[in-house]
Every structure is written in C-alpha cells, then in structure tokens.
T-cell receptor, first 112, second 109 residues
Framework: DAMVIQNPRYQVTQFGKPVTLSCSQT?????MYWYQQKSSQAPKLLFH???????NEADTPDNFQSRRPNTSFCFLDIRSPGLGDAAMYLC???????????FGPGTRLTVL | SQQGEEDPQALSIQEGENATMNCSYK?????LQWYRQNSGRGLVHLIL?????REKHSGRLRVTLDTSKKSSSLLITASRAADTASYFC?????????FGKGTHLIIQP
C-alpha cells in the first residue's frame, strides 16, 4: 500500500546532540511537510518542500533544517536540540499545495 | 497567521449519540479539511470541503461550511467507541495550511 513512513518511531537524544529524523513516501506526491506537535496542541508547520523548492515558516527556529534529496525522501535535522524541542514530529505529503495531506505515524523525540 | 479554532475543546458523549464539533477561522480560504488523530499517532484525513461547497457527506460524517460566518461543523452520527480521538480542522489559504487547536472527543461505551 502507498504510504508515508517515518523512522524511527521513537528517538532519544541528548541536549545539544544533533539528530536527524527521516520520512519516506511511496505516494509520489510532490509536496512534503514537516510538523511539530507538542502534547495536547495542534500540529505546527515547520517547513515544506514544493517539489525541490524549500519553504520555511517565518517562526521556525534556525536550529531546524531540512533536506529533500529526491521525491521520496525528506529529512528533518535538529542541529542542537533543546529540552523545548521534545515533541512529536509529523511528516506529511500531498499532491499539490491545496489537497488533502497524508501523514506518517510520527517520530516522538525525547531530549535528555 | 490565521488559525482555525475548534469548539468545544473536549466532548464526552454516550456511544450511539451524535457528536458535533465546530471550527471558526479568520480569513478567506481555498478549502477546509477535517482530520482525526488517535492518541500518539499521525493524523488521518477525513473530509475536504471547498469554499464553494456548503455541505458534504462521507459515511457517518457530515461537514458544513458557512463562508459568510467563516465557520464549519463536523457531525459524526451514531458514534462508536472507535471514534474516540482528537479532531482538527485545517484551513487552506494563501498563507498555506493551518490547523486549529482540536476537539478531543470521548465516546463512552
């Protein structure tokens, strides 16, 4: 089945130690998104790729970076995780920017 | 940026009853979408309603959109225990997609 896959499902890192979360999709969608979701809050869009074009949200900290080496894969890099970066990170894809989004199961990040 | 606001924030009903959740937003939209999220999981798309549509159905779901009031409602009929989840509205506008804060729905058996 076509799907959005996130690895790992659970990630533990130390304060200040760089971490990379990965997302892959078999839907061949041209748009990929990264969201941060903290407990009992709405998902917050960090950035998205429309094809190869990177679109950063204005309030996304510089500590968060992303790479999309090809259509299928997208990575979220957190250069120096702080305690406040502990959250669920959700990857999503869509065909075009106004269509429904398909979400992966998320990666729960813990920062020690 | 605009944000949808759902109400109520939490809703607890008996199995078999209908559940209604509302969403309000601030600016013009292209479409409005509803998503469900089970605890600790990713979001699942439920239904999309375009700005020129007023009502849409999908199984036990009924969504309405009133662009003059900038509001939408999601009705789940004949609720089941498996409907227990958080429900988010999301608006698509020139600013992109923005999620509301969500309604946490609990279906009591």
């Amino acid at each position: 089945d076509a799907m959005v896959i996130q690895n790992p499902r659970y990630q533990v890192t130390q304060f200040g130690k760089p971490v990379t979360l990965s997302c892959s999709q078999t839907l061949n969608h041209n748009v990929m998104y990264w969201y941060q979701q903290k407990s009992s809050q709405a998902p917050k869009l960090l950035f998205h790729y429309y094809d190869k074009d990177f679109n950063n949200e204005a309030d996304t900290p510089d500590n968060f970076q992303s790479r999309r080496p090809n259509t299928s894969f997208c990575f979220l890099d957190i250069r120096s995780p702080g305690l406040g970066d502990a959250a669920m990170y959700l990857c999503a894809t869509s065909r075009g920017g106004v269509a429904e989004q398909f979400f992966g199961p998320g990666t729960r990040l813990t920062v020690l | 940026s605009q944000q949808g606001e759902e109400d109520p924030q939490a809703l607890s009903i008996q199995e078999g009853e209908n559940a209604t959740m509302n969403c309000s937003y601030k600016t013009s939209i292209n479409n409005l979408q509803w998503y469900r999220q089970n605890s600790g999981r990713g979001l699942v798309h439920l239904i999309l309603i375009r700005s020129n549509e007023r009502e849409k159905h999908s199984g036990r779901l009924r969504v309405t959109l009133d662009t003059s009031k900038k509001s939408s409602s999601l009705l789940i009929t004949a609720s089941r225990a498996a409907d227990t989840a958080s429900y988010f509205c999301a608006t698509i506008s020139a600013d992109g997609l923005t999620f509301g804060k969500g309604t946490h729905l609990i279906i009591q058996p």
